[in-house]
């Protein structure tokens, strides 16, 4: 621990963090989380996010998405997005969930990456209300609904379609437009005939004349 931190060469604090994780104690986690937000050498961070992996303590989760999204290190924010692979997921869910509060939007956006990847149903509620996110953060939820079966996806954005912040149902209406199935026409209609908030029904005007296609007659 006191080479990780104090140690002048890089190279004896890589060596250093990557001893910790493998050494597996839990008294390395405050170090190596330290270490891989703040050390001043790339390799070292990397090392960290390596150390944290092999950890696997959940509670280092957000660490690691923290470096995937903001390191000034291409190399070691793939190396903590290969890293996040290394916890077990079913217990690292809650923890990506709560770090989506984060007020940076590069955390976010990596925590709706991590999360869509294989989408829990415990996780579906924080990905539902990305949507209403920044486009870096909602267009990550857009793609991953493209590659879900129809009936997962639409089931979804029918709650997304409900959901009580406008932004949310205004991208939610967004999503069933690009997708241009047939199954997204009641849904839109419904919302166009309910929700007088004017961002939703801009949305929903947009979607009805690019669908116009597949209305009833």
Do not use: W
């Amino acid at each position: 621990v006191t080479r990780l931190g104090a140690e002048a060469s890089f190279k004896v604090r890589v060596q250093a963090a990557l001893s910790l994780g493998r050494g597996g104690a839990s008294s390395s986690l405050e170090p190596l989380v330290k270490a891989a937000l703040n050390d001043e050498h790339g390799a070292v961070r990397a090392a960290s996010v390596v150390a944290l992996g092999d950890l696997g303590i959940p509670s280092a989760f957000p660490t690691v998405l923290k470096v995937a999204a903001n390191d000034s290190h291409p190399s070691c924010q793939q190396q903590a997005r290969d890293s996040a692979g290394a916890f077990e997921r079913r217990a690292v869910v809650p923890f990506a969930v709560a770090t989506f509060d984060s007020e940076d939007v590069r955390v976010r956006a990596e925590v709706i990456r991590f999360l869509t990847q294989d989408l829990m149903p415990r996780a579906e509620a924080v990905v539902i209300r990305a949507l209403g996110d920044y486009p870096e953060v909602s267009q990550i939820v857009a793609d991953a609904f493209g590659a879900m079966t129809l009936e997962r996806r639409m089931t979804l954005l029918q709650r997304a379609v409900e959901h009580s912040h406008s932004s949310v149902r205004s991208g939610a209406i967004t999503v069933l437009k690009a997708s241009g199935a047939g199954a997204a026409v009641p849904i839109i209609m419904e919302r166009y005939l309910r929700d007088s908030d004017p961002q939703v029904r801009s949305a929903t005007e947009q979607a009805l004349r690019q669908l116009r296609s597949e209305l009833p007659l």
